[in-house]
C-alpha cells in the first residue's frame, strides 16, 4: 500500500489558527459506514447521537509546555554560517528543544534545533536551573539531553516552557493556549500535543453524556515523536512508529472488558485512544498495566475493541489518516475529506471533528 494513496488536496485558509470561543461550537461531520452516508452537524449534538449503552473512552493526558529556548555553550556555537538564511536564528549561539519524553531520571528524548549543529557532549542553558549535555542521538534525529538535578524539573519547565504548538499553526503560542490546548479531563501529565478530538469537550457535553446514562472511562496516552512523525517510506508497511508510553488501570480495564463482553460499543475519543485500546486488547482482552506502545495501525488492520471514534481532521499521508481510514474505511474517510474541504470545515488541531460510526 502506498502512502500516496492517502494525499488529499487541503486550501491552507482551512487550516485553523485559533481555537473557536465556545469549545463546544465546532462542526461535527458524521460518518455512517453502514451507508456510506455524511451529515453534516455540530458537535453539540454528540451526546443526542451516543447510544446510552455506549462506552465512551477518553485519554486524559495532560500536556505541558515542552518547548523550551536556550543558547548553546562552546566553540558549537560558533558553528553556523552567517550566510545561511535559515540559521539566522540561531547565529548566536540559539537553541530549542522539544523534550519528547523521560527515558530516565534526568534524561529526555528531545527533538532540538539547529539538529545538524549539536553535537554529543554540547552544553545547552535554558535557564538558570535548567541545564543538559547532550548524551546520545536517536535512529528519527532526536537527541538524548542529560539535565543537571534540580529539585523541580516540571517547576522550572514551566517557567520558561513554550505551549508545542503544531508547525502548521503559523503563529507563536500565547498565554491562552495552555489552556485551550488542553482538555478540560486533562490529568495525567507527560504529553507534547494534545490529543485533540477531546478539544471540543466542555464539562455541559460531559454532564449531557453522565445524563443519558453513558458511561465513560479513561486511559492514558503521553503523545510524542510517534503520533506527530513523518512518513518517509514510499510502502506504507516500511514505516515504523516511536514507541510511546500508556497506562490503562484496572478499574478501566474491566469498565472496558465488561462492554465487549456485553457487545456494547466502544467508542474511541481520539487516535490516541484507539491506538491504547487496541494494543491493550490484542489478545481481546484488555490488559491493565502501563509500558510503551509503536502500534501503526493502517488499512487491513482488524479491531479488537473500537467500533467507533470521535477524531479531528489529519493531515495528508499522515500516519493518523491512516489509522482513521482503518475504521472508517479508505474510500469512504478519503470521500468524507473531500466533502469536508468542500464544505470549508476548519482542519487539523484546533479545526472542526468528525464522528464514524
Known amino acids: 500500500m502506498l502512502v500516496s494513496e492517502f494525499d488529499y488536496h487541503l486550501p491552507k485558509e482551512l487550516i485553523a489558527q485559533e481555537p473557536l470561543a465556545d469549545r463546544a461550537a465546532s462542526r461535527m461531520l458524521h460518518v455512517e459506514r453502514g451507508t456510506g452516508q455524511f451529515h453534516d452537524r455540530l458537535f453539540r449534538e454528540f451526546p443526542d447521537l451516543i447510544r446510552p449503552d455506549d462506552l465512551v473512552v477518553f485519554n486524559n493526558t495532560k500536556v505541558f509546555p515542552a518547548r523550551i529556548f536556550g543558547h548553546r555553550s562552546g566553540s558549537h556555537a560558533q558553528a553556523v554560517s552567517p550566510n545561511n538564511p535559515a540559521a539566522k536564528e540561531f547565529l548566536k549561539g540559539k537553541c530549542e528543544a522539544l523534550l519528547v519524553r523521560p527515558v530516565a531520571e534526568w534524561d529526555w528524548e528531545a527533538l532540538v534545533r539547529p539538529g545538524r549543529k549539536i553535537g554529543l557532549g554540547e552544553r545547552l542553558t535554558f535557564s538558570d536551573e535548567l541545564n543538559a549535555e547532550v548524551v546520545a542521538r536517536g535512529e528519527f534525529g532526536e537527541r538524548t539531553l542529560r539535565f543537571d538535578p534540580v529539585p523541580d524539573f516540571f517547576a522550572a519547565v ?50 449531557r453524556l453522565r445524563q443519558r446514562g453513558v458511561e465513560t472511562t479513561e486511559v492514558t496516552l503521553h503523545v510524542g515523536l510517534g503520533t506527530f512523525q513523518p512518513v518517509h517510506e514510499e510502502r506504507v508497511e516500511d514505516h515504523k512508529l516511536h514507541q510511546e508510553w500508556y497506562r490503562i488501570t484496572p478499574q478501566s480495564a474491566d469498565s472496558i472488558n465488561r462492554a465487549l463482553d456485553e457487545g456494547r460499543r466502544v467508542l474511541a475519543v481520539g487516535t490516541t485512544a484507539v491506538r491504547t485500546l487496541e494494543h491493550a486488547g490484542r489478545n481481546g482482552r484488555i490488559e491493565a498495566g502501563s509500558g510503551d506502545t509503536s502500534l501503526f495501525i493502517y488499512p487491513g488492520y482488524q479491531f479488537r475493541v473500537v467500533s467507533a471514534m470521535l477524531t479531528n481532521f489529519h493531515l495528508p499521508k499522515s500516519t493518523l489518516l491512516m489509522l482513521v481510514s482503518a475504521l472508517g474505511g479508505k474510500d469512504l474517510v478519503l470521500s468524507a475529506y473531500e466533502h469536508a474541504v468542500q464544505e470549508k470545515y476548519r482542519f487539523y488541531s484546533y479545526g472542526d471533528c468528525m464522528l464514524i460510526e
Do not use: C, N
Open 158 to 207: 514551566e517557567k520558561v516552557g513554550h505551549v508545542p504548538l503544531p508547525p502548521y499553526i503559523d503563529r507563536a503560542d500565547k498565554a491562552t493556549d495552555r489552556d485551550r490546548y488542553q482538555t478540560v479531563y486533562a490529568r495525567e501529565r507527560g504529553s507534547v500535543a494534545a490529543p485533540t478530538a477531546g478539544l471540543h469537550f466542555t464539562p455541559e457535553i460531559l454532564d
